[in-house]
Structures are given as C-alpha cells and as structure tokens.
C-alpha cells in the first residue's frame, strides 16, 4: 500500500516558469490538501479538495491552481514560477468519515525558484 | 480563521527528561487536536490525537490534553529518548473550511544522550 505519493522530490525552477507537482493516494480518501512549510512557518494550507470536482481555497492560494478530476489524483499547478514560492510542499489525503481524522502526509516536494 | 499558537518553538532535554510542548487555539468549535512529528526529511506522521469530548488521552510514553475551557491541549513525552528528536506540530481544524487542519508552528525537540 503505497499512500500519498508525490512527485518530483526535487524541483528546480526559474522564475516565471511554469509546472505541476503530482499527488496520487491509493486509499480511496475523499478528502485532499496541499500544503506548504516553511522554516519558522509551520504548514500553511495552499488548496484543499473534499471530492472529486470540489476545490477550494486555503490560507494561502496565490500562484496556485488545483483541480480534482479523480478520487486518486490532486494536482498544484505554479503558474508562474516566483522566488517566494521556493519551499517544501507537502500533499495530504484523509478519509471522510463524517467526522476528523488522521491525515496521511507525502513525503514532500522541496522546490526551488531561481 | 482559526489560530493556533504553539510553544516553546525549540525545546532540549536529557535522555529519560518528560517533555511538554503547548498549543492554544482560537476557535471554540474547534472538535479535534491531533499531534503530528516530523522526522527530517519526512512528512508529518500522526502519533496521537484527541477529541473534544474528552479531557486526557495517552499511548504509551505519549500523551495529550484538553482544556476546552481555556482552549489550550498540550504534548507530553514522558521517558524521552534519542529517537524522540524531530519537530511536532499541533494542529485543530476551523469548522468552516472541512477536513483542513490548521497547524501551529512546531517545536523542533532534541534529546541529548
């Protein structure tokens, strides 16, 4: 049972480019979000999705596009690539279970924008 | 949105010390406190949580609890070991925007043999 995969592990961008970072879970959850953590920060919520075809936005969304076509797949578009948005961006899928409960972390994306 | 304070952000102790980290948060329809440690180069993993229908839980070594009066819940690590050190975040979810979870800024604990 693999859980929340992303990918790439490491990214290095320049400014203005644009790319996607992947997020797959194999459990069936029905709940996802993206994260991203910064020294001192702690992790702050970018977008989450409580289904298939339901996003929304989180604490801080700027420079970032979700979409959720399938249960599995949650990807973060960068649109155009900023030095503010170097980070380590972590993925999350929990279940819905009409009540809160564990959230499954990626093993994260370190990005880097020169 | 909620808010959620945490403290001390860096904390050391001896092997064998307890360790007590402290978290507040804002909203009073906050339901749920979980604890996650985060181990270097690694994504949160969950290691204990509570609810608010009960004041105290604990596992093993670990344990949490809840004053919802005073909107505060706290980590204690009792018997610390090496394997302890990593950063533990707290976390309560805003009732408005679902399964999101807020997070505090995490205590990053070292455990000096």
């Known amino acids: 049972n693999a859980g929340v995969t992303q990918t790439p592990k490491f990214q290095v961008l320049k400014t203005g480019q644009s790319m996607t970072l992947q997020c797959a879970q194999d459990m069936n959850h029905e709940y996802m979000s993206w994260y991203r953590q910064d020294p001192g920060m702690g992790l702050r919520l970018i977008h989450y999705?409580?289904?298939?075809?339901?996003?929304d936005q989180g604490e801080v969304p700027n420079g970032y596009n979700v979409s959720r076509s399938t249960t599995e797949d949650f990807p973060l578009r960068l649109l155009s690539a900023a030095p503010s948005q170097t980070s380590v961006y972590f993925c999350?899928?929990?279940?819905?279970?009409?009540?809160?409960?564990?959230?499954?972390f990626g093993q994260g994306t370190r990005l880097t924008v020169v | 949105g909620e808010n959620v304070e945490q403290h001390p952000s860096t904390l050391s102790v001896q092997e064998g010390d307890s360790a007590v980290i402290k978290c507040t948060y804002s909203d009073s329809a906050s339901n749920y406190f979980p604890w996650y440690k985060q181990e270097l180069g690694k994504g949160p993993q969950l290691i204990i949580d509570i609810r608010s229908n009960v004041g105290e839980k604990k596992d093993q070594r670990i344990a949490v609890t809840l004053n919802k009066t005073a909107k505060h819940f706290s980590l204690h690590i009792t018997e610390t070991q090496p394997e302890d050190s990593a950063v533990y975040f707290c976390a309560a979810p805003p009732w408005s925007s679902g399964y999101a979870l807020n997070f505090g800024k995490g205590t990053s604990l070292l455990v000096t043999p």
């Open positions: 999350a899928s929990s279940p819905d279970r009409g009540q809160r409960t564990e959230a499954f």
């Open positions: 999705s409580v289904g298939a075809g339901i996003t």
